[in-house]
């Protein structure tokens, strides 16, 4: 009990002194609020790109097709040795009448399809196979090419390798400016805070004098920098919420195409915020501490 309200007076004073102080107060929410606008930006891009990832690998396909040769034992044979394959998560046997019927029904015009005699008919069996882990799909493919009466294996192998390369890179930048940003936030908020605390070092001094301990000079400034971060996490929010959910709409939850799909709102844009805030907090917290360290030194 004693703690709650030592934190409660605390957080009221905070209040107090900063609208007291409100003019260097609010130098230090307005550099609270620019860079977290920007880290919120970067956690919202970092996050959707490991969904775009995390999408790619599991609408990537391996198909195998299956030499025209192969009876219905042997299919049964190459599914029994593809699913001692350790990286297969799934297998799907699609038919040449299946793959017949899925070209007519796209386009009329392959009708005529149907009176193909079976030794004229390019249409191979195949089977449509999931991985489990995108990183050993090479070698899950060479494994499946090395079945016998398995007559070819694809699964734009080119274009999986490019866009996967590509999102990985843009993730390690975000999440590399996250960490930069933080860094940075943390060095302006400290000499931004440094100004509030310069002005007030008499009060320091004072409360030197009388005996405080470092712990009772200390505690109110770090208090007081959790609320100019609370504060100052204010405005990022906002844009958080409202400005990645106008982004969501108007883009009706696709960037360029159905397979780079954003995040859905909810829960999601509360869990950045929530982020953000304590972003804004701890380094609001850790601001006031080192910058009021210089003057608790004898």
Not at 40 to 53: E, M
Not at 257 to 283: A, C, D, H, N, T
Request: hydrophobic letters at 45%.
């Amino acid at each position: 009990m004693k703690l709650i309200r030592m934190l409660s007076r605390g957080i009221r004073d905070a209040f107090k002194s900063v609208f007291r102080n409100f003019s260097l107060s609010i130098a230090s929410v307005s550099c609270i609020s620019i860079t977290l606008v920007v880290i919120a930006v970067a956690i919202i891009a970092s996050w959707n790109v490991n969904n775009f990832t995390e999408n790619i690998k599991k609408d990537v396909t391996i198909i195998a097709f299956i030499d025209t040769k192969a009876t219905d034992l042997d299919l049964e044979q190459i599914d029994a040795k593809l699913r001692k394959i350790e990286n297969i998560e799934s297998i799907t046997l699609k038919t040449k009448e299946q793959e017949r019927d899925e070209l007519i029904k796209e386009d009329p015009t392959f009708e005529f399809i149907k009176d193909w005699d079976e030794s004229e008919s390019p249409l191979k069996d195949s089977y449509l196979i999931k991985v489990t882990n995108l990183e050993k799909i090479e070698d899950t493919v060479n494994k499946i090419k090395k079945i016998d009466l398995v007559h070819s294996v694809s699964y734009g192998e080119k274009m999986v390798a490019k866009m996967l390369s590509a999102f990985r890179m843009v993730r390690n930048v975000t999440i590399a400016i996250v960490i930069a940003l933080v860094l940075v936030n943390v060095f302006l908020i400290v000499n931004t805070i440094k100004l509030t605390i310069f002005s007030r070092k008499r009060e320091i001094s004072i409360m030197r004098l009388v005996g405080s301990s470092n712990f009772s000079i200390k505690y109110p400034f770090v208090i007081e920098g959790m609320v100019i971060g609370m504060i100052g996490s204010i405005v990022p929010i906002l844009i958080t919420v409202y400005g990645y959910t106008y982004l969501y709409t108007y883009f009706n939850g696709e960037l360029f195409s159905s397979l780079i799909k954003l995040i859905k709102p909810q829960p999601f844009i509360y869990w950045v915020s929530l982020i953000v805030l304590g972003i804004g907090m701890v380094v609001g917290m850790i601001g006031s501490s080192r910058a009021v360290r210089k003057y608790l030194k004898v």
